[in-house]
C-alpha cells in the first residue's frame, strides 16, 4: 500500500511563494509516475503538474504553466515537489499528491490510485 504525506501549504500574499512537498512510502518499485491535484471549495479536482518516475518528463495546467515547477528528489525519487511562484489568489485550494504505478496519469484524476491527505494553500490579495 502506497502512502503520500503532503507538506509544505500555508497562507501567503499574492506574488508570493511556496513549495510543497510529497513524500511516498510502503513501495518497493520506483516506477510510480506522480501528480500535484489541486481542489477549490465547490469546484472538481484539478489536475495541475505531473512527472514521470525518472522525473525527465512534465506536463502542467495552462493556469499555472511559468509559475509553477513539478521536481523529484534525485537520488530517492520518492519525494515530489512543487515550486510555486507568483502565486495568485485564484490558486486558493487543498492540494493533493498523486501516484499510480507504471502508467502515465498525466493531469487526468481518474488514473491516480493513491492520494495524499491533502495540504492547504491560501494567497490573498
Not at 477549490?40 to 503538474?49: H, L, W
Not at 490558486?91 to 507504471?102: H, P
Amino acid at each position: 500500500q502506497v502512502q503520500l504525506v503532503e507538506s509544505g501549504g500555508g497562507s501567503v500574499q499574492a506574488g508570493g511563494s511556496l513549495r510543497l512537498s510529497c513524500v511516498a512510502s510502503g513501495y518497493t518499485s520506483r516506477d510510480y509516475y506522480m501528480a500535484w491535484f489541486r481542489q477549490a471549495p465547490g469546484k472538481e479536482r484539478e489536475g495541475v503538474a505531473a512527472i514521470n518516475f525518472g522525473g525527465t518528463t512534465t506536463t502542467y495546467a495552462d493556469s499555472v504553466k511559468g509559475r509553477f515547477t513539478i521536481s523529484k528528489d534525485n537520488a530517492a525519487k520518492n519525494t515530489m515537489y512543487l515550486q510555486m511562484n507568483s502565486l495568485k489568489p485564484e490558486d486558493t485550494a487543498m492540494y493533493y499528491c498523486a501516484a499510480v504505478v507504471r502508467v502515465w496519469g498525466g493531469l487526468d484524476r481518474d488514473s491516480y490510485d493513491y492520494w495524499g491527505q491533502g495540504t492547504q494553500v491560501t494567497v490573498s490579495s
